[in-house]
């Protein structure tokens, strides 16, 4: 062997026994030694091998799983790959790092990556439904059971969490994320980078468990015009700071590994080409240390954007940019090496993007024991784990949203002898998986059918009838299902979107329900209410809906988004009373499309609406209000806030402050309740939002319970970037607002004192 191989193999084994050694304080991924092992590499690479490790190519599919493609194993041998993507299952993983660590020159090991979205094979609610469980804790059990079921298939890093702010749910990307609001997505991205991670800050990574997370799109995806995916984005700065960059900076802040850069410009920069949002801002003001990969095809995208002239030149710009993986175009692979033999980029950039991959390489321990990953008899341990389904259904459960119960018409009596389940939706197991099921299997999911058969039992009569096809406009099936309605003793009409109505790709320019479903629900609603049978809607979608006639003749309505493979026994359980449903809207409901964007954090304008003004800032066809607001949802029980109270009237601009209000279950039962706390600073140097989220607690109350919720909230809940967009803390009063959605609310006030306190400089300047 020669002799640097041979101290390639001793400073593996420094990595190895560092890595044992290592106090749980510890990222690996920023460790000197992860920092040494990557030197001494890089001074044995020839410049074919350092782009290999930044060149990710995708599988291909196959009958038999997702292999390498044509050429990989070659390219394998020869260094020039570093990572793939979508390919998985531990014999498969293995075969290939042999080669890698085997039969290649350097023997460095291979990352296999996959969208490890919401699940593995065990599906749990899409990102939207978890974000609806306002439950950080179960979001990051989730995160975390995905990463051990997808590390036990040979998967070593995932392309999540998306964490997009989106106001606008024509994008049908809204589906994989938090929703609308900046502090919910941050909490939600942290819980996310913490689960699949396997720890705070990186001080899991290096576990056999433990998968290396990306935060995307960065940045400002989800704003993108007119809702259409892949479009231009307009953002002011401060709207781009306050709203939409928080999320990614959270996930930095948790340790995230890695960053994936978004399709869209921001203002005519696309963000594959942007020094200000990777260099300036994620770098130097976020002080992130890990990799950055471009989006699948990111930076070959830059021709077209119309920044790049050809290939050579969209490369340079993309690693000048930061970028340091290139996923799936291979425009570094083919023209990277010229560049930088031409002197148009300094071998230094790449160098760095190299020493990055291998970071990431040593952090996951690969370098110790590249099989770590690789191991069949866990495979087989973890997929469909009873602990994982278990979790997914509790999951699945608190995702839903109950929007509307008039006359308690919900749960449904248990010994009901015939139910109709009418609607597109009700038995289709790929809509309960949504739209980034990884390695999920529609025939392993528990439709809502299903789920209401088994809630039943054999003595129960359930008809299924389709009653509409899901979006072309049919009404031929309608009177079906009237006499399915004649014939039980109550119906459930299950109506949405199918899965991949959202998602990437999947924008739509009418929030309405697709189809003929509106009509056959008013159709079948009206049958029912002839009959006086109890009828309730179960919606299935991954945005929010415009659903207003639903509204006012439904008499009852249950929001379940798509909820993974125990989508209907979640369902059943809510029907039926099992569980009493504590979700609340991640995202506010328009009453049309036409009302987008449409957000509870909006400004206040010089002219808010007001009824009794004309000239003021609303429609003449419609209210300004929403549908639904952000933070909506109800409960089989009822709950009663009380005695709204701060730790002090005034506090100095920097200072905590501590709100608390009494919750009491005033129903009959057991009950979850999200109690969330809002500030707005009603007087700044800037308009600021009418209201925004500050801090949320879902509590769970039994009857006649009264709880005292508490909420400490710091310096950086009432700052705002100010005209020179500085993050400021200004003196001035502030409504503390507190209660059970963002329109119903109790609310006191408090005064800060002192001097405006400056928590950070200057923003960047946009370049
Ligand atoms: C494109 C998507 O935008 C991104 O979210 C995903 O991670 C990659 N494709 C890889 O599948």
Known sequence: MPSQLTRIVCVAAIGASTLNAQTPRQSPLTSARASQLADSILRLMTLEEKIGQLNQLPGRGTQTGPRAPTGGEAMIRTGRVGSFLGIFGADYTRE???????????????????????????????????????????????????????????ITWTFAPMVDIARDPRWGRISEGAGEDPYLGTVMAAAQVRGFQGGDKGTGLGAPDALLSTVKHYAAYGGA???????????????LWETYLPPYQAAVNAGVATVMASF????????????????????????????????????????????????????????????????????????????????????????????????LKYALGLFADPYRFNDAARERLYTLAQPHLDAALQAAREGIVLLKNANRTLPLRKNLGSIAVIGPLADDGAAALGNWAADGRPEEAITVSAGIRKALGASARVVNVRGAPVDTVDTTGFAMARSAVADAEAVVLVLGERHNMSGEASSRASVELPGSQRDLALTVIRAAASGNKPVVVVLMNGRSLAIPELVRDAPAIVESWFLGNQHGRAVADVLFGDY?????????????????????????????????????????????????????????????????????PKIVAGDSLTVSVDVKNTGDRAGDEVVQLYLRDSVASVAEPVKSLKAFRRVTLQPAETRTVTFRIGADAFSLYDRRMRKVVEPGMFTVFVGTNSDDVASTHVQITGDTLVLAPATPRFR
């Open 96 to 154: 290939l790092q042999q080669i890698a660590t085997r039969e290649s020159r350097l023997r460095i090991p291979l990352l296999f990556g996959l969208d490890v979205i919401h699940g593995f094979r065990t599906i749990y609610p899409i990102p939207l439904g978890e974000a609806a469980s306002f439950d950080p804790a179960r979001v990051e059990f989730s995160a975390r059971q995905a990463a051990i079921e997808a590390t036990a298939h040979g």
């Open 225 to 239: 015009e007119g809702g259409r995916d892949y479009n231009s984005v307009e953002l002011s700065e401060r709207t």
């Open 264 to 359: 869209n410009d921001i203002g005519g920069i696309p963000a594959h080409s942007s020094e200000w949002l990777i260099g300036d801002v994620l770098r130097d003001r976020w002080g992130f240390k890990g990799l950055v990969i471009s989006d699948w095809g990111g930076i070959g995208e830059l021709i077209p954007h119309g920044v790049a002239a050809n290939k050579g030149d969209a490369g340079i710009l993309g690693i000048r940019a930061g970028i340091d993986i290139d996923m799936s175009d291979a425009v570094y692979a083919d023209s990277l090496a010229a560049a930088v033999r031409t002197g148009r980029v300094p071998l230094a950039l790449v160098d760095s993007a190299v020493k990055r991959v291998l970071r």
């Open 580 to 648: 009493n449903p504590g979700g609340k809207l991640p995202v506010t409901f328009p009453r049309a499309t036409g009302q987008i964007q449409l957000y509870y954090n909006h400004r206040n304008t010089g002219r808010p609406a007001d009824p009794a003004n004309g000239y003021t800032s609303k429609y003449l066809d419609l209210p300004w209000t929403p549908l639904f607001p952000f933070g909506y949802g109800l409960s089989y029980t009822t709950f009663a806030y009380s005695s709204l109270r701060l730790s002090a």
